[in-house]
């Protein structure tokens, strides 16, 4: 806690200035670039990933975010407002939020981190993070290069600790203007109590999903197919908008069914040094009793496993693809995030039933549609309560297009130009040059 | 194949070898004018000829908006993502940077200007509107628009192709950056003609965007005169939007040939003759350095220059012996002096116009309160020059001089001042100092101008628009308002319920 009281950090948006911000931003990026296969091993050594993804995927795309709100950087602009020209101007000012609190889980270190950073750096903020106590590594090594990059000292501050203990102190400081959190709801609950009860700190929260993938039977089934695989062992499942549902339409049913299951055994998932490996172990002994759990669970409650579901030999946390049919709305396998690369495979007649299926949940974060009829995708698109709809694909973010939850999933949006919401504070000042007041009234 | 130029600098300010190609720019390559003629390139600090360039035509003209419409079709526009072309832009602002000094040195020897200013505010200024524009490259978005049930409308900001743009020869760098920065973020492709007064910084840059990795076709560089290169860009058929800054007398010209060919869109920065108040509660000594500053910069050759100075009648003895003594201080010379603060106009035949502006003063009855004389008996020198005692009907306060000469007017009503600051077909920028803020903001907000400078005098930044009122200009550059003049709205309706019977 002490740590905390002694970081005294100035707003960086008031002494330098967004050209400053940029410049600097977009140089953090160029190391990160330059030691990109260092920060993938350490990467792959701590979360398990294989190295591969973690270059090219996690690292491209955290360069690729540096940048892109290196870009907005000078850019954060406010309005000047006409109220009455003869005697008065109103304008406003996005000003920085100030000290943020930010908490990152443990699925993509780095690129939670640049999610993160980014935004904050670039609205002029300064930044007390807290990485996962599970994969530290990766942000401490990042915190050289900020150094490195020129930033000044303060700016970017990095408290690795356990969520208990730092996480806590950061949601309830005083000090602390906003807290940024990425990880389960139950802990999103927490920080945003503690939010309220200490100082009002606004809240931003990226949270769990249960996110379906509705099939239709206009849909290219290969495609589809490669889609949902994608979406629930992408990560070996550790991701927050995996596609852990998938309902299928009855006519397709089976012959998707088979194809989904011949993808899902062509992922090699090992070691993550090792070149073949598709996938990696999940990350922890925790985890991995976690799932393992909820694998049990769905046997018990009645699901059929039709691939996986039986332990691996040996050393390490690696867990197989695993599906279950026969789903129904109940099950514990169907309502709780699992976190793992375990999917619940289920059917529907009509897009009605589809969509009421899929809306089943408190969760809102991810959500995907194929079909090859246009106006069933703008329908489907439409009703569907997620924060990212995804047609006729999965998964795929994009650095310039916005990202967060609808209900249990989360408060908020990141990436794209909305993350600069979340980070600056508009001031409206009101500047009388005309008129007079008569007192009293 | 086109002569490389290459000149060894060995001055107080610099010392350093440049080099490049003297030839067209096009798709990707350095090539010889269509009719292998050339284009002396005279050094303005002494006369003498510096190199010779390739001289462009519009069968030119031809060749580069072909390459510029293949480029746009295959790997540019659309098809090249804004996250690439930011990168592109960024590797090419480090590329202006690494060679800075001689990109500085070059524009020095080109145009006039002072080594100091030409890194100082010339390539500072290009660099950063460089950087500025990349930023925005993968952030040209549209709107989703609620119509109704059954339809979703949005609308994509497309770019415009092939777009013409014609730079002046006052800060050409810093010209070419303003124009291509909004141009290439979104995803245009480029036929540029810069001054033939002033070539060359533009040729080291096409260089320095070869290096950088543009595809070719995407940035073409045709020197060659306005009569030719100039109009052939303005009347061609493939040029979607043509993007001039000059005299408001080229401007009308490009407008005309735009609308006589395809209509193509047109954006003009034209003159000014700006004016700057100067009130009785103004910080003089602050005034009076930004006053030098707002007429004596760039040897004039400014198209926002403060060159109608009115000084409240309370202050205007006491301003007028400050704003001389600090005429006085600068030192015009060799512009890789050190000690030089103002260069040669860029040539003789600005030299000659605005040596005949001051004789017309003289001849008008106003006076010469200072200077008004060439500088040396080499090169294209003028004195700075202060002229009081004017009437407003005088040629040396209506019309745009260009150059290092400044009209002092003495005023006494706030009315009547800002009526006279408003009385111009101008309205490019305006300067207002008073330390009453009401009485600031007010002036500034009554004045027709597309800038008003509060307490200070020609501060431009790449993230705020500029441009002009009245006959100073159609449209804007800089921040995010420049990208509009490089796109296009198509607004998209997607119907996925509407039935539609002819009942």
């Known amino acids: 806690m002490s740590k905390f009281t002694q970081v005294n950090v100035p707003a960086t948006g008031k002494n330098v200035s967004g050209f400053e911000r940029s410049r600097l931003l977009n140089k953090l990026a160029d190391l990160i670039e330059r030691d990109a296969q260092e920060l993938a091993e350490l990467e792959a050594l701590n979360n398990g990933k294989p190295v591969k993804i973690a ?27 006409d109220i009455d020209n003869k005697t008065k101007l109103a304008f406003t000012k996005h000003e920085p939020i100030g000290v943020c609190g930010q908490i990152i889980p443990w699925n993509y270190p780095i690129m939670m981190w640049a999610w993160k950073v980014a935004p904050a750096l670039a609205c002029g903020c300064t930044i007390v993070m807290k990485p996962s106590e599970f994969t530290p590594l990766t942000a401490l090594k990042l915190s050289e290069l900020v150094v490195e990059a020129g930033f000044p000292p303060g700016v970017v501050n ?3 600790a356990l969520g208990s203990v730092g996480g806590a102190a950061l949601a309830a400081h005083p000090g602390v203007d906003k807290i940024a959190f990425t990880g389960s709801t139950v802990t999103g609950r927490k920080i945003m109590e503690a939010a309220a009860k200490s100082n009002l700190k606004k809240v931003s929260l990226e949270l769990g999903g249960k996110s379906p993938q509705l099939i239709f039977e206009s849909a290219d089934i290969d495609q589809a197919a490669n889609w949902a695989a994608l979406g629930i062992l992408y990560n070996t499942g550790q991701d927050c908008t995996a ?9 397709i049913y089976d012959k998707f069914l088979q194809t989904l299951i011949e993808k899902a055994k062509a992922l090699n998932i090992g070691n993550g040094f090792d070149e073949k490996s598709g996938g990696g172990p999940v990350v922890s002994k925790v985890q991995y009793d976690k799932i393992w759990s909820y694998i049990d669970a769905g046997k018990q409650e009645g699901a059929k496993c039709v691939l996986g579901g039986e332990k691996r030999p040996g050393k ?8 279950f049919t026969e789903i129904k709305p109940g099950m514990k396998i169907v309502k709780d995030e699992i976190f793992g690369p375990v999917l619940s495979v289920g059917r529907f007649k009509t897009e009605e039933e589809a969509i009421n299926l899929a809306n089943d949940t408190t969760y809102g974060l991810g959500a995907g549609l194929h079909s090859n009829d246009a106006g069933q995708c703008m329908r489907v698109s439409q009703a569907l309560e997620a924060g990212t709809v995804w047609v006729n694909q999965y998964n795929l973010l994009y650095n310039n297009v916005p990202f967060g939850g609808k209900k249990q999933s989360g408060i908020g949006r990141e990436l794209g130009s909305y993350a600069l919401d979340e980070y600056t504070s508009v001031k409206a000042i009101q500047w009388n040059y005309g008129e007079k007041l008569d007192w009293p009234l | 194949m086109p002569s490389t130029f290459s000149y060894q600098f060995d001055t107080p300010s610099h010392k350093g070898i440049t080099e490049f190609s003297t030839g067209l720019f096009i798709n990707g390559e350095f090539v010889d004018g269509s009719e292998n003629s050339t284009i002396d390139v005279i050094n303005p600090a002494t006369g003498k000829l510096i190199t010779k360039i390739s001289q462009g035509t519009p069968k030119d003209v031809d060749r580069a908006v072909a390459a510029a419409q293949h480029a746009f079709e295959t790997s540019w526009g659309l098809k090249c993502p804004g996250a690439e072309r930011a990168k592109l832009m960024n590797k090419l602002a480090d590329l202006m940077e690494e060679h800075e000094d001689e990109l500085a040195a070059v524009e020095a020897l080109d145009n006039g200007k002072t080594f100091y200013w030409a890194k100082n505010a010339d390539l500072k200024g290009a ?13 040209i978005q549209g709107k989703t628009i609620e119509t109704n049930d059954g339809k979703l409308v949005y609308t994509r900001h497309e770019p415009l192709g092939v777009v013409g743009q014609i730079i002046p020869w006052n800060f050409p760098l810093l ?12 995803g245009n492709a480029i036929v540029l003609k810069p001054s033939e007064f002033t070539p060359l910084s533009a040729l080291l840059t096409a260089k320095l965007a070869k290096e950088a990795g543009f595809p070719p076709g995407v940035f073409n560089v045709v020197n060659g005169y306005g009569a030719t290169v100039g109009a052939a860009i303005a009347e061609h058929m493939d040029i979607e939007k043509v993007a001039f800054t000059g005299s408001t007398l080229v401007g009308r010209k490009i407008m005309e040939a735009a609308a006589k060919t395809n209509l193509k869109k047109v954006t003009l920065e034209l003159g000014g003759k700006s004016p700057n108040i100067i009130f009785d509660d103004a910080d003089l000594e602050a005034a009076v350095n930004w006053a030098a500053f707002g007429i004596f910069w760039n040897q004039g050759q400014t198209c926002c220059a403060g060159s109608r100075i009115f000084v409240h009648a309370k202050i205007y003895d006491e301003f007028l012996h400050l704003f001389t003594e600090k005429a006085k201080q600068v030192k015009v010379g060799d512009p890789f002096h050190p000690d030089s603060k103002q260069g040669p106009q860029v040539s003789n035949a600005q030299f000659d116009r605005i040596m005949s502006y001051i004789d017309s003063g003289k001849d008008e009855g106003a006076t010469v309160h200072h200077g008004g004389v060439r500088v040396g008996d080499e090169g294209y020198f003028i004195s700075p020059t202060i002229f009081t005692d004017t009437r ?32 111009t077909v101008y309205g490019l920028a305006c300067s207002v100092f008073s330390q009453n803020i009401n009485r600031a903001l007010e002036t500034a907000h009554k004045l027709k101008a597309g800038t008003a400078w509060v307490n200070c005098a020609n501060m431009l930044h790449a993230s705020v628009p500029f441009g002009g009122f009245k006959q100073s ?31």
């Not at chain 2, 449209?475 to 002819?502: C, D, I, M, P």
């Open chain 1, 243 to 251: 596609g852990s549902r998938v309902y299928v339409q009855d006519s």
């Open chain 2, 175 to 186: 010209m070419l950056s303003w124009k291509i920065g909004p141009a290439l973020a979104t």
């Open chain 1, 55 to 81: 270059r090219d995927f996690d690292i491209g795309d955290s360069v690729g975010c540096l940048r892109y709100y290196a870009g907005w950087a000078d850019k954060i602009v406010g309005q000047s407002i």
């Open chain 2, 127 to 139: 660099i950063d509107c460089i950087r500025y524009y990349a930023g925005w490259a993968d952030k």
């Open chain 2, 392 to 423: 407003p009907d005088m040629k040396i306060v209506k019309e745009e001089i260009f150059g290092p000469v400044g009209v002092v007017i003495k005023f006494d009503d706030d009315e009547d001042v800002i009526r006279q600051a408003n009385d």
């Open chain 1, 158 to 160: 990095t408290v690795p």
């Open chain 1, 316 to 323: 390490g946390y690696f867990v197989d693809p695993t599906i």
């Open chain 2, 473 to 503: 200009g159609i449209g804007r550059e800089l921040g995010e308002y420049a990208l509009e003049n490089y796109t296009a709205v198509k607004a998209v309706h997607v119907n996925f319920g509407h039935q539609w019977s002819v009942a």
